[in-house]
């Protein structure tokens, strides 16, 4: 660890001062659940002047903690790839026609997902997620406000959302969906009326298709009854195996979001969110596909 902190407090190679990346990923764990870089700065508010990483408690137990918790959680990738896909025989993937990804039933399946809204740029909109009666949904409900805060740059305001938490393996490595089984998404909801967005992340290859998301309008119609809507992956601008028309990015989360610019209440009670293989839809793509150029 003191070899750690002696690299990390700037060592020199090359013969100039840096700060070698790769220890930010494996240490990261162990630096009090801090952010080494942050990705969105308030307009008008101050950059931080000290790193994350310098209140640091690197402590050996802690260590120790974290080896056994990755390595139990190796041990358990392990199985589950030896058994089959997503810890299932062969033959029962293969003959998988709908799987649920999630469903509302426990204060531990909340916390698979993180609300925000525009109180992250200096808006006034509200939103909270809680357990629904019986504790047999998630009612996300809230306030929306397009007031525009008053900081000289931002010129729209509005939105509140909710996304589901990436999903991360053994030693924080990134893991994907794999939905080549299926070609749409099937959803039990119970809405006000109001639209919402329903927006897939993907894990692009380039750093200027990093905020890139595909969306899809879900038009609720309100009242007492609940609907099942299905979304074909085509209508996402997505293959019909689920990954990205263009470049098969996988994808790597899943949202909501409310911004139709009407001040007021809104909620939305979703039941489930899963996935379905409709034999019905013959469609592989919605939008007028381009060809790539090509040396002659």
Excluded at 141 to 167: F, I, K, W
Excluded at 173 to 183: G, L
Excluded at 191 to 209: C, E, K
């Amino acid at each position: 660890m003191a070899l750690a902190v002696m690299l990390l407090n700037g060592a020199s190679f090359h013969g100039g001062c840096c700060r070698p990346k790769i220890l930010y990923s494996s240490l990261g764990p162990l630096l009090n659940n801090s952010k080494l870089y942050s990705s969105y700065r308030r307009p008008g508010a101050e950059p931080e002047k000290k790193l994350s990483w310098q209140n640091a408690d690197f402590s050996f137990k802690k260590v120790i903690e974290y080896l056994k918790t990755q390595l139990s959680l190796l041990k358990k990738e392990t199985q589950d790839y030896l058994q089959g896909p997503g810890g299932h025989p062969l033959s029962q993937h293969l003959l998988e026609q709908t799987r649920v990804l999630w469903q509302f039933r426990s204060q531990e399946d909340l916390n698979k997902w993180v609300i925000s809204s525009d109180v992250e740029i200096g808006g006034k909109s509200k939103v909270y997620i809680k357990l629904g009666r019986n504790n047999q949904a998630a009612l996300l409900y809230g306030t929306l406000n397009t007031e525009v805060p008053r900081d000289g740059e931002t010129q729209y305001s509005g939105y509140c959302s909710m996304r589901s938490r990436p999903a991360v393996g053994s030693f924080n490595r990134k893991k994907y969906y794999d939905w080549s089984n299926f070609n749409s998404l099937y959803l039990r909801v119970r809405g006000d009326g109001r639209p919402w967005m329903v927006n897939i992340y993907t894990d692009p290859y380039f750093s200027h298709q990093k905020d890139d998301l595909y969306t899809y309008f879900m038009f609720t119609r309100g009242g007492p009854y609940w609907e099942e809507i299905k979304i074909p992956f085509s209508k996402f601008f997505l293959s019909s195996q689920g990954r990205v028309q263009d470049n098969q990015h996988p994808i790597r989360t899943l949202g909501f979001t409310i911004g139709d610019k009407v001040d007021g209440p809104f909620q939305l009670e979703i039941d489930f969110i899963g996935l379905l293989n409709d034999r019905a839809h013959k469609e592989k793509f919605a939008y007028e596909a381009y060809d790539k150029n090509t040396p002659v």
